[in-house]
């Protein structure tokens, strides 16, 4: 019997039933951002997965903040209706006590791009592409869109489309919300050195760079306060001249000033020129640095895929919460087997009572 990942834990005003959340992962799935059948399937198995704490993938707060065709988002009444029907499916078999939230985002200069499965990178004539825009004029690569820099009247209306969607995913019924500053989408863009060469406020100290995250964090913080706000930060570029783990402790630690109630801590996504040294937990030690630097929760995300590995994570203090998303991709039921690998009783739907014990042979 463990009491590490399968204890539970208070995040902002919510009581999440264990560690385990899933990470956001986008499903190219969607029509003009609205979610389709794929999305009602996934929510659904998420729902029964026995992971505490479900994080829908990057949704975007306008139609050109979209990376793809195909990209989730929360811009219009349409979009609203879908996520709510959606949820209130998933809600209806969830295990008790799941909470369920959206990464909310903007793509800045990495939007208007194919689907994976279409080949990625940007969308070319007669593929409807669309202007991108960021901090600076700056391309994500070479033959990359070339980003308009945003005006300050820009920003302030990027900040609204955020507290809009905010509102839009109150009354499709979530219980949170995670600002996706990470993986070099416009949040990130804004924060790196390496794609924020401006000269105003919204540039060059750290201070100004940060800005915009922590106004959006403020923002929603105060119109939409029914909802738990957490955010997603990329802690390192892995790039000389990038951010550096430092700064990304300091973005943590102003994100949670402004009003966050957990960080996730990834890393990287910012460029073409990034060099991570992936392995299993090869992000863990990020997680560790920002827990020594804030006092809410810290989850940990990357490689994490083994019962025994989340199980120590928690245990020695290094997070204070996992998130799987390729294992709970491959796998939905991984927390089931994580219970039956630690000796935890997981509480599982009825209806699968008769399989109970099968769960306990595959991990023998
Ligand atoms: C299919 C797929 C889609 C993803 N989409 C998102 C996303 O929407 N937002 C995000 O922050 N990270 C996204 N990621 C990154 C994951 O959340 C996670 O940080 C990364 O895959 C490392 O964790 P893992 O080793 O458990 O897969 C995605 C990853 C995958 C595999």
Not at 64 to 81: M, P, Q, T, V
Not at 239 to 255: I, K, P, R, W
């Amino acid at each position: 019997m463990t009491d590490h990942l399968f204890s539970p834990i208070r995040i902002g005003h919510l009581e999440v039933p264990n560690r385990i959340a899933i990470a956001p992962m986008c499903q190219y799935s969607a029509d003009d951002g609205t979610a389709s059948d794929w999305h009602l399937h996934q929510w659904m198995t998420y729902a029964l997965s026995g992971a505490g704490m479900v994080t829908f993938e990057m949704t975007d707060v306008e139609r050109h903040g979209r990376i793809s065709h195909g990209c989730l988002g929360l811009y219009s009444d349409h979009n609203e209706a879908a996520a709510k029907r959606t949820l209130d499916a998933a809600r209806r078999v969830a295990q008790p006590g799941t909470v369920f939230g959206v990464q909310l985002a903007h793509a800045g200069r990495k939007a208007s791009c194919r689907r994976p499965w279409e080949g990625g990178g940007p969308l070319q004539a007669g593929q409807d592409p669309w202007q991108t825009v960021s901090a600076s004029a700056l391309p994500f690569a070479d033959g990359w869109h070339t980003p308009h820099a945003m005006t300050e009247d820009e920003i302030h209306t990027l900040i609204g489309h955020f507290v809009s969607s905010a509102h839009r995913a109150r009354r499709a019924g979530l219980d949170f919300i995670e600002l996706h500053a990470a993986h070099g989408y416009l949040l990130h863009q804004f924060i790196s050195p390496l794609s924020n060469l401006r000269t105003d406020r919204w540039g060059g100290s750290f201070e100004n760079r940060v800005r915009l995250a922590v106004e959006v964090t403020r923002a929603i913080r105060g119109e939409v306060p029914e909802l738990m706000l957490g955010a997603r930060i990329s802690v390192t570029d892995w790039v000389e001249g990038g951010l550096t783990v430092d700064e990304g402790v300091q973005v943590a630690q102003a994100l949670e000033e402004a009003g966050a109630a957990y960080i996730c801590c990834s890393s990287g996504g910012n460029s073409p020129h990034q060099k991570i040294p992936t392995g299993p937990g090869y992000q863990v030690h990020l997680a560790e640095a920002v827990k020594k630097a804030v006092t809410v929760p810290v989850r940990a995300v990357g490689i994490i895929t083994e019962p025994q590995q989340a199980e120590a994570i928690i245990a020695e203090g290094r997070a204070d919460m996992v998130a799987l998303a390729r294992a709970i991709l491959a796998d939905p039921r991984w927390p089931w087997r994580a219970a039956a690998a630690l000796g935890h009783e997981i509480r599982t739907a009825p209806q699968f009572l008769r399989a109970s014990d099968l769960h306990k042979r595959w991990v023998a």
